[in-house]
């Protein structure tokens, strides 16, 4: 397709189990970015990747978190162990290079419960 | 570093007011700006963006926004609310290059027939 898809659009799990949330770029954007969004609230960014390497993780809450990428492609987002605070939606965004003037790309996010 | 601020979590206006949505940002240097809006169950999609063109952007559906320096203010405005305006808006800031994008915390927007 022509946009950014997410994978699952929905997953609920139960608390402790891990998940993998899965985003592929709109072809040749080299920039990809993961967001948490909290019922009724902002963006959180949590990862930013420049190709397969990422330069800003600051975001990531913590350990439990980690993501990669496949050069320019795929990315996925794991959260291991969940925790009841993790239900969110997860967004990701690609953008067409490093440019400042390019906007972002958001897919439909995977909307995530944890029972 | 930059940071953004919307002035206002709800907003409510009639069917066919004035739509003012506020986003005042801090930059160190020049920056660039973005409006971004989400509908239900959907991503984020840009409205218009401001690239040290021209002060007074024009986006989509009749939104419109006015980059002010010497007010650090990039808001946004529609002369006449339509339902289907009716979303969340997000006002966003980068210095560019390889920096990440920082989003203001979001204003919804109510209409009322």
């Known amino acids: 397709g022509a946009g950014v898809s997410q994978s699952p659009s929905n997953k609920v799990t139960e608390k402790g189990k891990d998940v993998e949330l899965r985003c592929d770029p709109i072809s040749g954007h080299t920039a990809l970015y993961w967001y948490r969004q909290r019922l009724g609230q902002g963006l959180e960014f949590l990862i930013y990747f420049q190709g397969n390497s990422a330069p800003d993780k600051s975001g990531l809450p913590s350990d439990r978190f980690s993501a990669e990428r496949t050069g320019e492609s795929v990315s996925t987002l794991t959260i291991q162990r969940t925790q009841q605070e993790d239900s969110a939606v997860y967004l990701c965004a690609t953008q067409l290079g490093i440019v400042g003037t390019q906007p972002q790309h958001f897919g439909d996010g995977t909307r995530l419960s944890i029972l | 570093a930059q940071s953004v601020t919307q002035l206002g979590s709800h907003v409510s206006v009639s069917e066919g007011a004035l739509v003012l949505l506020r986003c005042n940002y801090s930059s160190s240097v020049p920056p660039y700006l973005f409006w971004y809006v989400q509908y239900p169950n959907q991503g984020l999609q840009l409205l218009l963006k401001?690239?040290?063109?021209?002060?007074l952007v024009k986006g989509i559906n009749g939104f419109e926004a006015e980059f002010k320096k010497s007010e650090t203010s990039f808001h946004l405005t529609k002369p006449s609310a339509h339902m289907s305006d009716a979303a969340e808006y997000f006002c966003?800031?980068?210095?560019?290059?390889?920096?990440?994008?920082?989003f203001g915390t979001g204003t919804k927007l109510q209409v009322i027939p």
């Open positions: 401001y690239t040290s063109a021209a002060t």
């Open positions: 966003a800031v980068t210095p560019g290059g390889y920096q990440k994008v920082t």
